[in-house]
């Protein structure tokens, strides 16, 4: 299977559910007009049915009421299905325009690039037009945090590398239940900020549900005042009776009204999040699986014994309730006569106690879930792609017609490439433009994918665990009095301070000590080359300095060189961007200065 015809699969379901949306359209427009044809004959029927008798009245008023219920829950239920079907169609758009490049409909993380970070900021991991943007198709805060998290410190245990594989291969094949997933969590702000209050209220004490006398208060003057009600209209007892019993509630309800308030704020209108989740769980208990992650998950989200979905209905229902306060004929007739805050309140706590430290466990399986979708979503989409190999022979990376992924198939260029033992630097040489930097984070991309156990742009790809850390992006600080070079030098410190304390680093640098003159620059590169021949450094360094080339007759069995070469036929450049051995020959700047008309 080609891209055209994963292409042509989005368009199958994309066009599939654009016609259910329709007829849902039309579904929920017909309810529409029986609500209101059965609202308008409803009221005239029961103004017939009193003009007749009080019986026929109360019958008629409740059996309108009844119908019209009915038809709100369809209505509900109808609105729910539009809000389904229009995200099936719009993640399906969404991967038919990434098909053509267009990656704007998802999100790149702009908050989470880090200069600072090994390799992140070099390698373009975050932000605008990035890897994180290219992969990313979670639906909840804690599937994102997850998905990032991978990328960004990546594993480097085998057999976490092999599994979290073995989970994604097996994502990748379920497209129907992965569309379903994103479709039921799609904009249901289940995000940090979705669930910010609930978190808020969970590390809060439970100081309502110690107080012995608000749980007998909220049983005994409900009852009580339930009580007087029926005796006053069988005109047993006064009405001023009544109505102290409601001064009673009104004044209890009202002198914890602010602690009440407190919670409801942090609790409010969270019953969205909590729906999401709920169905998002009940997806993966409605769905079999093979390998260890996923049953893993699944066994902790869906046993029989403590149903995670029904303690999070719990919640959302609980929070239902508490939210009718929010219309205040109900809240006011609620209160004065069942204390129905209170109420709502101690079953918040009750809940609490019972789940506090387990719901944010919860949310996270459930963002491991989210994140995997993400990478078996890349692996549908890439058929080409392989599951590399964690080596066994030592090599740090062997690769075969490696790319970056993030460039076309139609302009892509792929290279062979492989760094064969610990302790050797490739050296790559080459013109401007010739493709050096392109090559570096073409490596530096496919390591992380490998660890994270995605899929690589490769045919076949083996690989050792790494901690890579790269220097391509040096840039100077005004705020900390920092220029370009000391920038430089202060990363290449921190290189070499991990590579002293841990030999599996591997490095990716991109013209070191650009900051000084070509003649330092020369005798400078050479002292970090020496330092990082002693400590034993593995990595690759790109650089126009062909005199650096020359240290593999120095230590042949730590260096190797590569080149980039480019074609000159006066003053027309040509590029291949393939990967040579040796150094190259020619540079172009003088070349591309005339072009451009400057030189």
């Known amino acids: 299977m080609d891209q055209n015809s994963i292409k042509n699969i989005y368009l199958n379901i994309r066009g599939k559910n654009e016609l259910i949306l329709g007829r849902l359209k039309k579904k929920q427009t017909l309810i529409s007009l029986l609500r209101l044809l059965v609202f308008l004959s409803g009221l005239a029927l029961t103004v017939a049915g ?19 219920l009915v038809l709100v829950k369809k209505f509900s239920d ?43 900021n070099d390698i373009d991991l975050f932000g605008s037009d990035s890897l994180f943007g290219f992969l990313n198709r979670t639906v909840t805060g804690p599937g994102m945090d997850s998905l990032a998290s991978w990328l960004s410190d990546p594993y480097k245990l085998r057999d976490d590398i092999l599994s979290r594989q073995k989970a994604v291969r097996e994502l990748a094949g379920k497209l129907e239940w992965r569309q379903h997933f994103m479709a039921a969590g799609l904009d249901r702000n289940i995000d ?29 003057f409900p009852a009580a005042t339930l009580l007087s009600l029926c005796l006053v209209i069988s005109g047993t007892i006064p009405l001023l009776v009544l109505v102290l019993m409601l001064f009673i509630n009104f004044l209890q309800t009202g002198l914890l009204a602010s602690r009440v308030n407190r919670v409801h704020m942090m609790v409010s209108q969270k019953h969205s999040f909590l729906s999401a989740s709920e169905k998002l769980i009940d997806s993966l208990n409605n769905e079999e699986f093979l390998s260890s992650v996923l049953c893993d998950i699944k066994d902790k989200l869906c046993s029989e014994k403590d149903s995670v979905s029904r303690r999070i209905k719990d ?87 490696m790319g970056h992924p993030l460039l076309g198939y139609a302009t892509r260029v792929v290279n062979d490439f492989s760094v064969n033992w610990k302790g050797l630097i490739i050296i790559i040489t ?30 076949k790809m083996s690989f050792s665990p790494v901690r890579l850390f790269t220097s391509m992006r040096t840039t100077d600080s005004l705020s900390h009095s920092e220029s370009y070079f000391f920038a430089e030098l202060k990363r290449l410190k921190i290189l070499k301070e991990k590579l002293e304390h841990d030999e599996d680093i591997f490095f990716i640098l991109d013209e070191i000590l650009k900051g000084t003159n070509s003649t330092d620059k020369s ?38 060189n590569k080149c980039f070469e480019i074609e000159i036929d006066g003053e027309k450049i040509s590029f291949d961007y393939i990967l040579r051995d040796g150094i190259t020959r020619k540079m172009n700047a003088a070349v591309l200065m005339k072009q451009m008309g400057i030189a």
């Open 50 to 68: 009193f003009n007749f008798s009080v019986a026929l009245g109360i019958v008629s008023l409740a059996s309108v009421l009844l119908i019209f």
């Open 315 to 401: 919640l959302e229902m609980i929070i239902r309730a508490f939210d009718t306060r929010l219309n205040m004929i109900a809240g006011l007739i609620l209160n004065g006569l069942l204390l129905w805050d209170l109420h709502c309140i101690l079953r918040l706590e009750k809940w609490k106690v019972s789940a506090a430290g387990s719901l944010p466990v919860w949310m996270n399986l459930l963002g491991e879930i989210d994140g995997l979708n993400s990478l078996a979503n890349f692996a549908y989409n890439n058929p080409g792609y392989c599951y590399p190999d964690i080596a066994t022979s030592g090599e740090v990376i062997e690769a075969y017609g």
């Open 78 to 120: 109808c609105s729910d299905d539009i809000a389904y079907t229009r995200n099936l169609v719009r993640i399906n758009d969404n991967e038919i325009k990434s098909l053509d490049a267009d990656y704007s409909a998802f999100d790149g993380g702009p908050g989470l690039v880090n200069p600072a970070h090994d390799f992140s």
């Open 192 to 220: 940090s900020e979705g669930m910010k209050g609930i978190y808020e209220w969970l590390n809060e004490k439970a100081t309502f549900f110690k107080s012995r006398h608000l749980k007998f208060s909220v049983f005994f």
């Open 430 to 459: 080459g013109a401007n433009m010739a493709g050096k930097s392109t090559f570096l984070r073409t490596v530096a991309v496919n390591l992380v994918l490998a660890m994270t156990g995605a899929p690589v742009c490769a045919g």
């Open 523 to 560: 005798l400078g590169s050479k002292l970090f080359m020496r330092q990082m021949v002693k400590i034993g450094g593995t990595g690759l360094i790109a650089t126009h300095d062909i005199s650096l080339g020359e240290m593999e007759s120095e230590f042949p069995d730590n260096i190797l």
